[in-house]
């Protein structure tokens, strides 16, 4: 990340010619003009963190900009101009104010829209007209619907509506053929369940002070996950980070982690934290051993809804067969307690690639799904299904 300042000075040194991705956070309030100095070659910018209100008329001279991201910053609208950039495939806007999207503001190669925790009751029918839409992040905001023409984009395949005002689930999401993981959680009608799933007792209570915290093992988009001692124990703490993720709340992936119970092949909650100090929010994990890792990395931005597994990875056909059966049926357990997981991938599939032991972890995408009409329940867990069949065909490719 660049200050201003550096930015010119590579400028200016030539270190930053003909660069191909900047990132720039330095407070600002207007489009720095310098920036046109690599518009022949600029594919990725990311200008979060500042005070930008407005992006310039002229930012189509970014022939070749692909990605865009301008989070944290006081938009109150989605820039009209992104509609023009011909090439632009990822928008990402999180965190602002942005409380309306013009109908011209949709770039046509449109493949992955976040506008999580935003001020947004509606979305333009316009939005139907992006064919190659696969990722499109809506968590947060205040809708209650989605346009009817979304059902044109087939390509869709993840969708996060949480924490939103949806009284229902709209009837065009089952009519999406390629959509495979969804987040529904916090809105009015899961809302009830939750509340119920976390007024549930535990059966042995975690108090804050009876923790004694250790070092950081990993950190998530949601929270940090701290080795911690408990009584004659050793725990994983998880503190979350923030009020507003792009799965949810962490309210809802308390509840829906407390709803699942135990399995022996899921990393779910043993007990809320109580007692926490200034209000924060974590649970008390079991701790897992050393050897069990994630089977791949998150998406990236070219591969927008697959994972990024390791080069050369290979796997024995048994080790994936122990794999695929473990993963079966924690998603089967699951399904039998009326929860969807919503984010069913191998970098939350926590495995020993020498032995196949493997357990489904993190539940921010989860939704309890028990307010729902059972027709319903059993469209969502199709869904979910086909997420399933994309993992397990990624698993047995890996045999080798």
């Given at each position: ?21 900047i990132r ?21 910018l ?14 189509t ?16 609208e ?6 023009r950039?011909?090439?632009?495939e ?8 942005i ?7 949709l ?20 939005l ?19 346009p ?5 984009c087939?390509k869709l ?10 009284e ?10 390629a ?9 009015p ?8 799933a976390l ?9 804050y ?15 940090h ?16 980070k923030?009020a507003f ?14 709803a699942?119970g ?5 990393l779910?909650?043993?007990?809320a934290?109580?007692?926490?100090p200034a ?12 050897a ?52 069913l ?26 307010a729902?009409p ?6 969502l ?20």
């Open positions: 990340m660049l200050t201003l300042e550096q930015f010119h000075s590579g400028l200016a040194d030539g270190s930053l010619a003909r660069a191909h991705h720039l956070s330095d407070g600002l309030t207007k489009f720095p003009a310098a920036l046109y100095q690599l518009a022949e070659t600029l594919e990725i990311d200008l979060s963190g500042n005070q930008l209100t407005t992006l310039p008329g002229d930012l001279r970014f022939a070749r900009l692909r990605i865009l991201f301008a989070s944290n910053n006081p938009f109150t989605l820039p009209s101009v992104l509609g950039m011909p090439q632009l990822m928008v990402g806007f999180k965190a602002c104010r409380a309306h999207v013009p109908k011209d503001s770039p046509p190669r449109l493949r992955w829209l976040i506008l999580t925790d935003n001020r947004l009751w509606s979305l333009p029918s316009a139907g007209n992006c064919p190659r839409l696969q990722k499109l992040m809506l968590s947060c905001n205040q809708l209650s619907s989605l009817a023409s979304l059902v044109n087939e395949e993840l969708l996060r509506i949480a924490s939103n005002g949806f229902q689930l709209p009837a065009l999401i089952f009519e999406l053929p959509l495979a993981w969804l987040a529904a959680a916090g809105n009608i899961t809302r009830k369940s939750e509340l119920l007024d549930t007792p535990t059966l042995e209570p975690v108090f002070q009876n923790l004694q915290i250790h070092e950081l093992l990993g950190e998530g988009a949601s929270g996950i701290y080795r911690a001692g408990h009584g004659d124990r050793t725990i994983a703490l998880k503190l979350f923030a993720t792009s799965d949810g709340t962490p309210q809802s992936e308390l509840a829906a982690g407390l699942a135990q399995h022996p092949h899921l779910t909650p043993l007990a934290v109580q007692n926490m209000g924060q929010l974590a649970m008390a994990l079991p701790l897992l051993d050393t069990m890792q994630p089977l791949a990395g998150p998406p990236s931005f070219e591969s927008c809804t697959r994972d990024v597994y390791a080069p050369g990875l290979r796997i024995s056909a048994p080790v994936a067969s122990r794999l695929i059966k473990s993963l079966r049926a924690a998603v089967a357990h699951l399904h039998q307690r009326g929860l969807l997981h919503g984010d991938y191998a970098h939350n599939t926590l495995c020993n690639l020498h032995t196949g032991e493997a357990v489904l972890s993190d539940m921010g995408a989860a939704a309890l799904l028990h729902l059972e027709t319903q329940k059993a469209q867990q199709q869904i979910e299904l086909r997420a399933l069949r994309i993992l397990e065909a990624e698993i047995q490719a890996l045999i080798g």
